[in-house]
Structures are given as C-alpha cells and as structure tokens.
C-alpha cells in the first residue's frame, strides 16, 4: 500500500519545481534522509544536482542524511540558506515575555532590539545592521527579497542566542530578520548583543551573524536590472548540523 508522503519547498527550489509542496506516494512509511533525496533525485533527474546539496527537515529541526523520518512528519526539503509571520512586540505565550528572536514582514527598528538587551550589570550595548547594497559584483541591486520557514527560522535565531550564552555567560542577544521585499538601504537584520564587557559583545555579535549564515533557514533573491538570483550559502559546502570553531 502506498504512502503519501507531504514534502515542502521553499526559495529557489519551488521556484525550480514550480511548486511549494511535492507529494510522492511511496510503499515506505520510513525512510533515511539520504534515501528521501535519492528517491526524489530517481523522479527529478533533472534537478538532482540541487537535491543533493539540500537537508531535509523534521518536524522543525535539520535532519541528517543518516536520520529516520517519517510520511506522517512534518517535511520540508531546504536548499542552502542564505547568510537574514509575526508582530514583534506580541508576548511570547510560553514565558509570557516580548520574544528576543523573530522574523517579520515590516520594518525593522534597531532600537527597538537594543531595548531587549539592555541590562543594568552590563556595561556594553551593540548593534550590527545589515542593509540591502545598491551594488554587488559590478551588478546594479533594485531589491532584495527575503523568504523564511518562519517557525522553524525563529527557533534557529534563539539556538544562536543560547550558544551564545553558552560560550559567553550573561550576554544577551536579540535577533530581528525581514522577510518580504527590502529596498535599497533599508534593513534586513538586527542584532543586538549586551554584555559586562565590549569584547564578548564584540565577539558575540561576529558569532551570531555567522551562524544565521549557516543554520537559519531564510533565503535571498537578488532583483538585479537585468535579472534575478537566489543567494544561498557562500561559504563553502553547507552543513548546518556542524558547529563554528
């Protein structure tokens, strides 16, 4: 008996198969990772080159080639991440406090990320604002276009900030990331890290941009004027299972 098996797809890859979901039936109820791609890889030849360089998520968490997963899963095939829906100022409903970590389709306030760091002990307060370029590579940029798996997005920004409180105690981090289209000059990330000390704020603040790079599941399209681009991860092969040194 077949399974129907739910798998949805984001950024360039639906934008490759014209869809945002596929929906093969299998006589397996499980498979590996691994073996979910090759299977999809045999059906799409044509587009196994992407499909072998994707992760597979699990109900909201990467899983590697080797993991199990499941027709009844909730599944999403990732293509490289591209190195940053809710209101921001809506109460967390678990710990009842304003979330430090979101994604939103409006404006972003550096300020406002600022103010859900700052603490009295701390004596350092930083922010680091990335905004959409006009130029890159000799190519004209008209806008930027920024897609999420938002759920899953949002709980990779507050993993960052728990790394970060792992490796430099008391410091604090937010992190706020646009999605939807950003114009020229406007911002596309926050973050905001407060610390006792300038260099842990320093140190956590390069941190957090380079995992977003690698572990946070958004993606950039770059409108230039003479066509479109996906950008996806650029620093070498992507494994957002590995850890930064």
Not at 86 to 98: A, F, H, K, R, T
Not at 157 to 178: M, N, Q, V, Y
Request: proline share 5%; glycine share 8%; net charge negative.
């Amino acid at each position: 008996m077949a399974n129907r098996w739910t798998i949805a797809l984001f950024a360039g890859l639906a934008e490759r198969f014209g869809t945002r979901s596929l929906q093969p039936s299998w006589e397996h109820e499980s498979l590996t990772a691994g073996q979910l791609k090759r299977l999809l890889a045999e059906q799409f030849p044509e587009h196994a080159d992407l499909l072998a360089i994707c992760f597979v998520a699990r109900n909201q968490a990467y899983a590697n080639d080797e993991a199990i997963v499941e027709s009844a899963d909730e599944l999403a095939l990732l293509p490289p991440v591209s190195g940053g829906s809710g209101d921001s100022d809506e109460l967390d409903p678990v710990s009842g406090s304003i979330p430090r970590y979101w994604i939103s389709d409006k404006p972003l306030d550096t300020g406002e990320a600022l103010a859900r760091v700052y603490h009295p002990d701390h004596g350092a307060a930083i922010a680091f604002v990335g905004t959409t370029r006009e130029w890159t590579q000799g190519k004209r940029t008209v806008t930027l276009q920024y897609e999420a798996y938002v759920p899953m997005a949002e709980s990779a920004l507050a993993r960052i900030g728990d790394e970060i409180g792992e490796r430099w105690p008391g410091t604090l981090c937010a992190i706020a990331h646009r999605i939807g289209t950003v114009g020229i000059g406007e911002i596309s990330v926050v973050i905001a890290v407060s610390s006792a000390h300038r260099a842990d704020a320093y140190d956590a603040s390069r941190y957090a941009i380079e995992r977003l790079k690698q572990v946070v599941p958004i993606w950039k399209k770059e409108v230039y004027e003479d066509g479109t681009e996906w950008k996806g991860h650029q620093l070498g092969p992507w494994d957002p299972t590995t850890s930064l040194e």
